[in-house]
């Protein structure tokens, strides 16, 4: 289940639009602003990945959607919905179709187009060839224009002519933005660029024209009136074209990562089919069949593996470099690659239903979001605009009424500059920019890495937390229990405690149930032959409590001593000695009972996982209180937190998982801010009620969809990179802020002072938004 199932309301949906035409942090208000003026309607927009996901009420249709954006004056395209029965997954394609480029793919999601790309990529091709023809016109215009030696009679002329196609042809992109948003009495930032460039140009030609004889000397001297402003027209223009052409190219680049990401998955599928075997496509695959699995080859979706053993390769899901060892009933992950013997695996989920697939929703769901500290610029940026218009006319103002009734040439052609300037290098698109193509790339980095963040919210709650609750089993521990004894009371033998417990445990997911099925499937092999166990009827479970159900007509309890409480079973003092005992020794003890009666103890015992007292060590170096906690006694708590330097003051044992939410809550009341990780079913509430739930890629569904980041390895040390990662990527967004901020509140009032050149101006505008997404591409390399 996704984000959008999860969140979405009776009779509304989720579409995604492909908006062109956007190119600052003002076109991105104005849209949201128009499609929120409809009922119901919610839409958030991506200025880098030129796209917007909209919540739409069933009264809404698409068509409406569409003419409210091309009435805003941009053109939107909606997505096809990649799975017919579920619009609200904007990544979902469906097994065995054909996807957006006609190739079948492998798990469903291989070709998908990451929102964005095509957008951006059709937005480099049509900027090139204006930006050639702009470059190879100014560099003329330039030098007859400001290098005396070049100058010959009546060079203005020439100039004008040579910069007319910059200004009309190459320019257009900002002279067609700034009309239809001045149609809709709007402004952006293409409507200071257009003004500023068409001033310069059109007060040049004016000179021109009232004096045709002004530049028939090959200089400036002597003009008479004004002067001539052509190359300050054709260098702005090609330095605004050059820079929003890199800037096009550095967003296709921040987005690579989930391109990559999503075009990993395998093509083909064998198949064992009547006990032959067939290659297919992969996205043909069905829960249910059984796939042949060579070495080198991709695993085409996820699934189980049903005979042989290997090493399987699953750097590209949870960013771990070591290969991990499979074998039978060992989960496997589609994409992923077996790397030595042959494997056959059940396919367990496909299409948009796998692993991979969910990544890529997570990713796009973040990456779309936006973050309180980005509405923040947006805010700004939807008043800069008009106010930079007034400042602009201001400054004209202020020059002519400084030169005072005997204003000449000279001071008319300041007072001209010094407008123009302000218009230039008042731009916002660097504010724009700032925070979404750094969030673009920390999250595309961080998807290599097996690390999901959720939204952009949690990079601020990754800054705040000073606690961190670590679940032990899965987190700190391998969670790979294993029975270590079995002790048998009455006229129970050992061996029928663990098949009975086994029968009862083998329905259930958790961890220790998990092993003692495991472990009674291995011994009923040993001794019997039979390869399976008992039939269960009537299972229930207890989340930190334990299970019940009849086998062989006997009714079965398996779990903790509240557990048999709950159902009134009362143990004698010798037994509860017994357990005493078990669990003093360190290790995880659980009850069975046959119709009401304790039959036994089995005794399991989990390890550490290798890296764990070294991550532990390193979020106590960002500043975190790891805290251990666990549904297990306090002796093997205890034996735990002392392994991996944690403190005894600072173990929580014997909490079930109610338990755990109000451990969350006391620590929050107490003023903590919490996060939390995890990675059972049990964990799912305290996830939830985290300030910051992060779950370990080898839990649940249910526990990464209450988590705010997921690691989808099971190192520990993945969660402090994911929070070193989600604090980098803010650190990255604030620091592109300021600078943005910074660049616009020290350029305006210098070329309102007349001492910014229009031409530097239009190239430091340009920089400034090339260096913000440069700035953010620095985060490709984290963690490398």
Same mark, same amino acid.
């Not at 009922?39 to 927009?45: L, N, Y």
């Not at 809404?60 to 909606?78: C, F, L, P, S």
């Not at 445990?505 to 166990?533: C, F, K, Q, T, V």
């Not at 209180?625 to 392994?643: K, S």
């Given at each position: ?7 979405? =309301? ?14 600052? @942090? ?84 291989? $070709? ?209 470099? %070591? /290969? ?57 940026? @939807? ?38 300037? %302000? ?31 959720? $939204? ?28 270590? $004894? ?20 083998? !329905? ?26 008992? !039939? %269960? ?5 207890? /989340? ?144 939830? =009620? ?95």
């Amino acid at each position: 289940m996704v984000n959008e199932q999860l969140l979405d =309301q009776a009779g509304s949906r989720v579409i995604d639009l492909d908006i062109e035409g956007m190119t600052c @942090a003002s076109c991105v208000s104005r849209v949201e602003r128009k499609l929120g003026k409809l009922d119901g309607v919610e839409a958030t927009v991506n200025l880098p990945l030129e796209s917007a996901h909209v919540r739409v009420p069933a009264a809404i249709t698409d068509d409406q959607i569409t003419a409210t954006v091309a009435a805003a004056g941009y053109k939107a395209t909606i997505r096809s919905p990649r799975h017919p029965a579920n619009v609200a997954d904007p990544l979902e394609i469906p097994a065995a179709q054909p996807s957006v480029n006609g190739r079948v793919t492998g798990d469903g999601i291989e $070709g998908a187009t990451p929102p964005g790309e095509q957008p951006v990529s059709k937005t480099a091709a049509v900027l090139r060839p204006r930006l050639i023809v702009a470059a190879v016109l100014t560099v003329p215009v330039f030098a007859i224009s400001m290098i005396p030696v070049f100058q010959f009679p009546n060079w203005g002329w020439v100039a004008g002519a040579l910069a007319l196609p910059v200004v009309a042809w190459a320019a257009w992109p900002f002279h067609r933005a700034a009309a239809i948003n001045a149609r809709h009495m709007a402004s952006t930032m293409d409507t200071l660029v257009s003004i500023g460039v068409i001033a310069a140009f059109a007060f040049s030609a004016g000179q021109l024209l009232a004096d045709p004889r002004l530049t028939e000397h090959p200089a400036m001297e002597g003009m008479g009136s004004g002067g001539l402003y052509f190359e300050v027209a054709s260098v702005v223009t090609t330095f605004l074209l050059l820079g929003r052409y890199l800037e096009a190219g550095a967003k296709r680049r921040a987005g690579d990562a989930l391109k990559a990401l999503l075009s990993l998955g395998a093509k083909d599928a064998t198949v064992l089919r009547n006990g032959r075997e067939e290659q297919i496509p992969a996205g043909q695959l069905t829960v249910g069949e059984v796939m042949v699995v060579r070495p080198g080859e991709k695993i085409a979706t996820d699934g189980v593996v049903l005979d042989g053993s290997s090493a399987v390769d699953a750097s590209l899901v949870t960013g771990e470099s %070591v /290969p991990v060892e499979v074998g039978p009933d060992s989960l496997v992950t589609g994409a992923t690659i077996n790397t030595s013997g042959r494997l056959l695996v059940r396919a367990t989920r496909v299409g948009s239903e796998t692993t991979l697939a969910q990544m890529g929703r997570l990713v796009s769901a973040a990456q779309t979001g936006k973050a309180p500290i980005a509405r923040l610029a947006d805010r700004i940026s @939807a008043v800069f605009v008009p106010v930079v218009l007034a400042v602009a006319a201001l400054t004209f103002g202020a020059w002519l009424l400084a030169a005072g009734p005997a204003a000449g040439p000279d001071e008319v052609r300041a007072a001209f500059t010094a407008a123009v300037a %302000v218009l230039v290098i008042a731009c916002p698109c660097a504010l724009g920019l700032a925070t979404p193509v750094g969030l673009l790339t920390g999250t595309g980095r961080g998807a290599q890495l097996g690390i999901l963040i959720k $939204g952009p919210q949690v990079l601020e709650d990754t800054r705040t937390v000073d606690t961190i609750l670590l679940d032990k089993t899965g987190t700190v521990t391998t969670g790979r229990l294993a029975v270590d $004894g079995v002790q048998s009371f009455g006229p129970h033998s050992e061996a029928e405690v663990l098949r009975l417990a086994g029968a009862v445990e083998d !329905a259930s997911e958790h961890p220790i149930a998990r092993a003692i099925a495991a472990s009674a499937l291995s011994a009923e092999r040993r001794n019997n032959g039979s390869g399976s166990l008992p !039939a %269960v009827a009537g299972f229930r479970s207890a /989340p930190g409590g334990g299970v019940q159900g009849t086998v062989e007509g006997r009714r079965v309890t398996a779990g903790r001593s509240g557990w048999l409480q709950t159902n009134g079973i009362a143990p004698e003092a010798a037994q509860l000695q017994a357990l005493a005992a078990a669990e003093g020794s360190g290790a995880t003890a659980i009850w069975l009972a046959v119709d009401g009666e304790p039959a036994g103890i089995i005794s399991l015992r989990d390890t550490l996982k290798p890296g764990s007292a070294a991550a532990i060590s390193r979020l106590r170096g960002l500043g975190l209180r790891p805290i251990l906690l666990t549904g297990d006694n306090a002796a093997v708590a205890a034996q735990v937190a002392a392994a991996v330097g944690i403190a005894a003051e600072d173990v929580f044992a014997g909490v079930l998982p109610e338990g755990k939410v109000e451990a969350v809550r006391k620590l929050q009341s107490a003023g903590a801010t919490v996060a939390m990780a995890g990675d059972g079913v049990n964990d799912a509430a305290a996830l939830a =009620q985290a300030d910051l739930g992060i779950a370990m890629g080898s839990g649940t569904d249910v526990a990464i969809e209450a988590a705010d980041l997921t690691v989808m390895g099971n190192d520990l040390g993945q969660v402090a990179q994911a929070i070193e990662l989600s604090r980098r990527t803010l650190a990255t967004i604030k620091t592109n802020l300021f600078w943005a901020f910074f660049y616009n509140a020290v350029g305006i009032p210098v070329a309102a002072l007349g001492l910014l050149n229009p031409m530097i101006a239009g190239a430091a505008m340009a920089a400034s938004s090339v260096l913000v997404v440069a700035n953010s591409l620095r985060l490709r390399s984290f963690g490398r």
